[in-house]
């Protein structure tokens, strides 16, 4: 079987521009070959990490999420910026993720040796370029190698009207060069054995 990729935007609002985005970004990937489960966090409702609520039992969404991040070998993720860094629920998604699993083995674990492939958008000119910077760092502490290839759209507002629909020739060639470098990085990584 080829690379399965769970692909999300980090972000709730229906009208989400990285909601959009990602849709363009998972058409990228599936031309390249890949399996591409695309979610909705709205369908992941968590509250912000508490250790007491995780004391009391593990919320079942958190359970649901580390299931499909222990089934994919990959992420995708467009992300908005929120004052130049992630939001915050990029962030939470993440860290519950990271906690232990229900086997009592690290959440840490099922990122370890993914690939993650990156994109932003927002209506300003920068396109959300800085939270990038900051969720790619975030993936790779988590164990995941992040390929080089990123791309932030601005002007959303302009450039990205619908689900999937991206009015620029380069970015739409730069968001399927993101997914086809996930792609590729993750065949590498199934040839050498890295990946089940
Ligand atoms: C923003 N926005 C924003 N945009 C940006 O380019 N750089 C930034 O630092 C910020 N900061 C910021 C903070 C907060 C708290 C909010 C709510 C928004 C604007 C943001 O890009 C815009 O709301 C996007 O539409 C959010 O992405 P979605 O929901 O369209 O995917």
Do not use: C
Request: net charge neutral.
């Amino acid at each position: 079987t080829g690379p399965r990729l769970l692909a999300f935007a980090g972000s709730l609002r229906q009208g989400s521009y990285n909601r959009r985005l990602v849709h363009v970004l998972a058409e990228g990937a599936r031309a390249a070959g890949a399996e591409v489960t695309l979610i909705e966090l709205r369908d992941f409702p968590l509250p912000v990490y508490d250790g007491d609520i995780e004391a009391n039992g593990m919320p079942a969404p958190v359970r649901e999420l580390q299931a499909l991040m222990a089934s994919h070998h990959g992420l995708l993720i467009s992300t908005p910026e929120y004052n130049g860094s992630m939001p915050a629920l990029v962030k939470n998604t993440l860290d519950w993720i990271s906690r232990p699993t229900d086997a009592g083995t690290s959440g840490v674990a099922l990122f370890r040796d993914k690939v993650a492939g990156i994109v932003s958008a927002s209506p300003g000119p920068l396109g959300g370029l800085r939270s990038l910077l900051v969720l790619r760092d975030a993936l790779a502490k988590l164990g995941l190698l992040v390929v080089p290839q990123q791309v932030a759209v601005g002007q959303a507002a302009d450039k990205l009207p619908d689900y999937g629909v991206l009015n620029d020739d380069r970015l739409r060639t730069g968001v399927h060069g993101v997914a086809a470098a996930v792609v590729r990085q993750v065949r590498a990584g199934l040839l050498a054995g890295e990946m089940a």
